[in-house]
């Protein structure tokens, strides 16, 4: 199945489908390479890798795929000069920035024919980043996991404004997406793709330890909660640290005493260490739709299936008497 859009053609891509770029559930080859070969774009989220390691995924995606792929780069990482020249040195086909303005990266990866998308949160920043240069815009909605936008507006709201603010610009829609129905959705707001993270997590090719996707599947959509609003703030599952920040906040407590709970907790402590309690549990709200662990590739062909069945369900126009006389005659 192809489903032609002005994200598809840009990327060379058949399903208008993009995993997100999540750090260490997509920081390595495995789930990447799974969406990308299976006709929608994997994401390597090189955020927590060390350099050697970002490079072996990305020659290991490159042998086992013909197909696009990108690698996602906080901009503001630790090192982060360091990464772009080792991705200018690898010429990846896509890369998506995000944290950062598109001046630091845009002179160097566009002489390479790479694509480059940016990731924005509101209008103008999406207004800066196409007069920048850049070949399409990722708008992440207030439902999104790990980071979303300060003002936490919804992908409903924020992707139609993005999209009537820069209607020449592709645009993938990310944040509450996990199926088809979603996808539909996406597209029907003027994007040209919608961008899946959470759904991605629940897959047999995610880095991630299993107690924390047992978390995501006994999910319910009211089961995440937004911590840390001005010290780097996150959507998580609810957990004991979720659930003591959150208190800790309400309580008007200390900035630094407030930072210093915050950074006592890692997502890396969740993902790795299976540390469901006092880990930082990154999910979108949509870990509530969530209901089973697939593998990336089958996980991609039924979100096609689902749009198609979606569409074709979806009610037709049907004129008025009135309008049906004025058809026929004219």
């Known amino acids: 199945m192809r489903i032609e859009t002005s994200v598809t053609r840009l990327l060379g891509i058949d399903l208008p489908i993009i995993q997100a770029g999540m750090s260490w559930a997509s920081s390595n080859a495995a789930l990447p390479l799974a969406v990308s070969q299976a006709g929608g774009l994997g994401v390597i989220a090189a955020g927590p890798m060390y350099r050697d390691d970002l490079a072996a995924a990305i020659d290991e995606v490159r042998a086992g795929t013909a197909r696009p792929f990108a690698v996602n780069l906080p901009l503001y990482r630790k090192g982060a000069d360091e990464i772009i ?29 790479t694509i480059c998308l940016h990731v924005v949160a509101g209008e103008d920043h999406a207004r800066k980043a196409a007069d920048a ?44 997406f996990t199926d088809g129905q979603g996808l539909a959705a996406a597209l029907s707001l003027g994007a040209g793709a919608a961008q899946f993270g959470t759904r991605f997590m629940a897959s047999r090719e995610a880095r991630l330890h299993d107690a924390y996707k047992d978390c995501l599947l006994q999910a319910r959509i009211g089961d995440t909660v937004v911590v840390g609003r001005d010290l780097g703030m996150i959507r998580v599952l609810r957990n004991v640290f979720a659930d003591r920040m959150a208190e800790i906040e309400r309580h008007g407590t200390a900035e630094n005493i407030r930072r210093e709970f915050f950074q006592t907790a890692s997502l890396k402590a969740a993902a790795f260490g299976g540390d469901t309690q006092m880990g930082k549990l990154e999910a979108g709200q949509s870990a509530g739709l969530v209901s089973d662990i697939l593998p990336a590739a089958d996980i991609v062909k039924r979100i096609a299936l689902e749009y198609a069945a979606t569409v074709a369900a979806l009610p037709r126009p049907v004129p008025n008497e009135n309008e049906e006389r004025k058809l026929h005659a004219g």
């Open 133 to 176: 240069g850049v070949d399409g815009l990722i708008a992440v909605g207030g439902e999104a996991g790990g980071h979303p936008p300060p003002d936490l507006v919804s992908t409903l709201v924020l992707g139609r404004a993005i999209a009537k603010a820069v209607p020449h610009m592709p645009l993938v829609l990310s944040g509450g």
């Open 85 to 113: 020249d080792l991705l200018v040195e690898k010429r990846v086909p896509v890369l998506i920035a995000s944290q950062g303005g598109p001046g630091k990266y845009l002179h160097r990866f566009k002489p390479l024919g």
